[in-house]
């Protein structure tokens, strides 16, 4: 009995109003101070993942040299000219159709060579309608996470530009001007760019001296209307070299004195005819050896050209 009633004595209490505040407020504050950290991860993730993507894609060209003896143009027929006549699959397309089967997506080469004939006979990479995972940069902000940037065809974007200066011909004069061998943009497989060079010819300033691949926005426009829209299978384009072949990731911004656009605006001023870094700290890149670093923002014109350029016998900047 008395034991009873020391229980029905006591008296339960709730939270007041100001306590709750104070909790809530707590928990803001905590919340504050975690985002920050939280975007920080999911940025480290997302370079890393874009590193591992242009790794493989670096990696990847010295398997398709070493099996073929010679790369790529930007856009044509390979591994020789005019070896899709009568040929399953037909090798016409561009630099990233080519790749497939280096970065363990032989069925996606396969499949899309099989599925469209533009051309009797012929197929075409234009009909990019597999995503390809190491195509995507998880720190793009125009691209989906599916890739699909067409739902018409449909066709599948790129967020990595190859260097056109590796994989188109060129010639290098002595006074060290650059003129690039043309060849025709028409719509004949047999008429397009042949291959032309193998790594050891190619890289003459030496593979970790040489930039192959880079970031870039896969949809990349001004306030005016002007956007562009890249594809990893899609050939043409307007930012090519006069006399170039064009194609996904054919933009000047490869060889001129122009370096990169630090993280624009997208759809306000970005330039489709350069590169787009999409971490604060620089752009990344793949190059010749495999390797992958980020070029600072604090490099030079000069540097940035020579880094491209990948036999002019220019040494690297200091600030490299």
Sequence with gaps: MPRFSLLRSRRWFGFTLIELLVVIAIIAILIGLLLPAVQKVREAAARMQSANNLKQMSLALHNMNDTNGVLPAMVGNYPTQGAG??????????????????IEQNNSYLGISNGHAPIPSHFDSWYCTIGIKTYICPSDPTMPNSGLLDTGSPRFGTS?????????????????????????????????????????????????????????????????????TFYWGETGGACNRT??????????????????????????????????????????????????RIVANSITASTWQFAITPNDGNVLGSNW
């Design 160 to 228: 990595y530009a190859p260097n056109e200066w590796v994989f188109n011909p060129q010639v290098y004069t002595a006074a060290g001007s650059h003129t690039q061998i043309t060849g025709n943009n028409g719509a004949s497989p047999n008429g397009q760019t042949t291959p032309f060079a193998n790594i050891p010819r190619t890289f003459g300033d030496g593979t970790s001296n040489t930039i192959v691949w880079a970031e870039k926005f896969a949809v990349c426009g001004n306030a005016t209307g002007n956007v562009a």
């Design 243 to 292: 006399g170039g072949q064009g194609g996904n990731g054919s933009i000047p911004g490869f060889y001129t004195t122009n370096l990169y656009q630090q993280k624009p605006n997208p759809f306000l001023n970005c330039n489709p005819c350069l590169l787009q870094a999409m971490t604060s700290g620089g752009i990344q890149v793949g190059m010749g050896d495999g390797s992958v």
């Design 85 to 102: 006549v009568g040929i399953q699959p037909v090798m016409l397309g561009t630099v990233q159709y080519f790749l497939l089967p280096y």
